[in-house]
């Protein structure tokens, strides 16, 4: 942004950050071309999907949607960080639920790989568009997920055009995914897992896929649950066999060190971090 330009969406900003509605118009019909500005990486209608200002405000997303702010990118965002009504509005309003406006992901893919279900629920209604079998595993759609995946656990199918790669949201890269039927079960079982579709992660572990299977850096589904803070699906896991003591390769740590790491203070983070330890005690 040149120096201009921030002096052009000074008013259009302040506007935004104390959530002046009536001042955000004034300042866009003034100025209706601050709208698209950057600040940093982000335009305002993409700024407002950063946690850091907390859930965002229909009524100032609406005025920049009005004034013709660009959606796309913005829908990728607020899949990432979990924000379902404004996935519905941006979607509403004509933003393409195809477009790989970051990252060259979709936002459903995006959500996805962030563990945010509820925007998941509401942008997979818009369909899969790059169908995948992980993508249908994450998104819980449990009729698509039988199509690829036998009952004995056979691949009936080729799994997609996209095989998630961490990298694309920031983690550091894997190796590349392989054509191991194996391997592609397991990727869909850990999705399935951290997403919390304990159906279909129930439907995969009865066809034969391996409840520790690490599809990335010797992750586990656990550990992936663990970070996302799904206790129920963590619990579960246990349950059903998964080991606590694996290590993973980025961290070189096992559940109990991932239940540390992640322990923010809440109460679901204490539940994990007790049910994790007792098993390791164990």
Not at 6 to 31: H, K, N, P, T, W
Request: glycine share 8%; charged share 20%; aromatic share 4%.
């Amino acid at each position: 942004m040149s120096e201009g330009d921030d002096e052009r969406i000074q008013a259009a900003l302040q506007a935004l950050l104390v959530e002046d509605v009536d001042g955000l118009r004034a300042a866009l019909e003034a100025d209706p071309g601050v709208v698209n500005l950057k600040i940093g990486n982000d335009t305002m209608l993409e700024l407002m999907t950063q946690p850091e200002g907390g859930p965002p405000s229909p009524e100032m997303a609406a005025v920049l949607i009005d004034a013709g702010a660009y959606l796309e990118r913005a829908l990728n965002l607020a899949g990432c960080w979990n924000l379902a009504s404004l996935c519905a509005q941006l979607l509403a309003a004509g933003a393409d639920p195809a477009a790989r406006a970051d990252a060259g992901i979709t936002p459903l893919e995006s959500a996805a790989m962030h563990s945010s279900t509820e925007a998941a629920d509401v942008l997979v209604a818009h369909g899969l568009h790059r169908p995948s079998l992980w993508l249908a595993a994450a998104a819980g759609l449990l009729p698509e997920v039988r199509d690829w995946v036998g009952p004995d656990g056979s691949l009936r199918t080729d799994p997609g055009p996209y095989r998630p790669g961490w990298a694309d949201v920031g983690r550091p890269a894997g190796a590349p995914p392989t054509d191991d039927p194996a391997q592609i079960v397991g990727e869909a079982f850990v999705f399935a897992a951290l997403n919390n579709r304990r159906d279909v992660v129930d439907y995969l572990l009865d066809a034969g896929a391996d409840i520790d299977a690490r599809p990335y850096q010797n992750t586990t589904a656990l550990h992936f649950a663990i970070q996302f803070q799904r206790a129920e699906m963590v619990r579960h896991l246990l349950d059903r066999g998964a080991a606590a003591t694996i290590k993973d390769a980025n961290f070189g740590s096992d559940a109990s060190g991932w239940a540390q790491a992640c322990d923010d203070g809440s109460e679901t983070a204490a539940s994990i971090r007790t049910m994790v330890g007792t098993v390791r005690a164990d």
